[in-house]
């Protein structure tokens, strides 16, 4: 009987000893590079690992005590049989951060960032939208100016106080905006319809823009649509995932009737009313 308790104590002791000569330099090493790899991915990826994250934090720290204990032997011959249980505490720590990797990348516990997690502290806006009426056209380059000596004509707001009327020579018709939508085609929001203006900025900040989703996958200033002359045009403001159109990456392009626009992880489809 005494036989059979002392085989597994040699081998107990063994393991030990195994630990504090190379063993502890390779599980410490081991719980770092895990911890720092779920740390940073999760970072880059946008998403909630709160829990990988602490697990294999607290893996890392176990490790610590024994590689300072291989570092100092006589320390270690001072505290009786603490060395022991450190040493099974960290082969036991070292397993836990090979499982919190292991179910990190199969995604267990994994899921996106709410958008609230990804703001920083908030700069001023990138670029300011208009909201005033369109601005008219530029006149045709075949039109030309009246003489000098032609009499214009004066619009005068007679409501207002003689210093503060407000006097307009010769004012342009504006040019009518044509009927336009991009409407969600996916996620919580689909079938969200949003009638496109003269200037469009379209992010997840409602705060910056005239067209917001709240995707965590989107920029805070993801694209712009603007009315120009040939047409609705779209433009990448330097987004993080770029901007998709009918599945081809594009920094600029005009938007035809039924093309499909992905930013971020949200689509939307363009609709336009072409008049005849």
């Given at each position: 009987?005494?036989?059979?308790?002392?085989?597994?104590?040699?081998?107990?002791?063994?393991?030990?000893?195994?630990?504090y000569?190379?063993?502890?330099?390779?599980?410490l090493?081991?719980t770092?590079?895990t911890t720092?790899?779920?740390?940073?991915?999760?970072?880059?990826?946008q998403?909630?690992?709160?829990?990988w994250r602490?697990?294999s934090?607290?893996?890392?720290?176990?490790?610590?005590?024994?590689?300072?204990?291989?570092?100092?032997?006589d320390?270690a011959?001072?505290?009786?049989?603490?060395?022991?249980?450190?040493?099974?505490?960290?082969f036991?720590?070292v397993?836990?951060?090979?499982?919190?990797?292991l179910?990190?990348?199969?995604g267990?516990?994994?899921?996106?960032?709410?958008p609230?997690?990804?703001?920083?502290?908030?700069?001023?806006?990138?670029?300011?939208?208009?909201?005033?009426?369109?601005a008219?056209?530029?006149?045709?380059?075949?039109?030309?100016?009246p003489?000098?000596?032609?009499?214009h004509?004066?619009?005068?707001?007679?409501?207002?106080?003689?210093?503060?009327?407000?006097?307009?020579?010769?004012?342009?018709?504006?040019?009518p905006?044509?009927?336009?939508?991009?409407v969600?085609?996916n996620g919580p929001?689909?079938?969200?319809?949003?009638?496109?203006?003269?200037?469009?900025?379209i992010?997840?900040?409602s705060?910056?823009?005239?067209?917001?989703v709240?995707?965590?996958?989107?920029?805070?200033q993801?694209?712009?649509v603007?009315?120009?002359?040939?047409?609705f045009?779209?433009?990448?403001?330097a987004?993080?995932?770029?901007v998709?159109?009918?599945?081809?990456?594009?920094?600029?392009?005009?938007?035809?009737?039924?093309?499909?626009?992905t930013?971020?992880?949200?689509?939307?489809g363009?609709?336009?009313?072409?008049?005849?």
């Amino acid at each position: 009987m005494p036989a059979l308790i002392w085989l597994p104590l040699v081998d107990v002791l063994a393991l030990v000893l195994a630990w504090y000569r190379w063993g502890v330099a390779v599980g410490l090493a081991v719980t770092v590079v895990t911890t720092l790899w779920i740390f940073f991915d999760s970072q880059r990826r946008q998403v909630q690992a709160t829990v990988w994250r602490v697990v294999s934090l607290l893996a890392a720290l176990v490790v610590v005590p024994g590689a300072v204990l291989s570092l100092a032997p006589d320390l270690a011959s001072a505290l009786g049989q603490a060395p022991v249980v450190l040493a099974l505490l960290g082969f036991l720590a070292v397993a836990v951060a090979f499982l919190c990797l292991l179910l990190y990348t199969l995604g267990v516990g994994v899921s996106l960032a709410a958008p609230a997690d990804l703001l920083s502290p908030e700069p001023e806006p990138l670029f300011t939208t208009v909201a005033s009426a369109p601005a008219p056209p530029p006149p045709p380059a075949a039109v030309t100016p009246p003489p000098i000596s032609q009499p214009h004509t004066q619009v005068v707001d007679l409501s207002r106080p003689l210093d503060d009327r407000t006097r307009v020579l010769n004012p342009a018709p504006e040019r009518p905006l044509p009927l336009a939508w991009l409407v969600v085609m996916n996620g919580p929001r689909a079938g969200k319809a949003f009638r496109l203006q003269e200037l469009n900025d379209i992010g997840r900040d409602s705060r910056y823009n005239t067209i917001s989703v709240e995707d965590p996958t989107m920029s805070r200033q993801h694209a712009r649509v603007r009315l120009e002359k040939e047409g609705f045009v779209i433009y990448d403001l330097a987004s993080a995932n770029g901007v998709l159109v009918n599945g081809q990456r594009e920094q600029r392009r005009k938007l035809e009737n039924g093309d499909r626009i992905t930013l971020g992880q949200t689509v939307f489809g363009f609709m336009i009313v072409k008049e005849e």
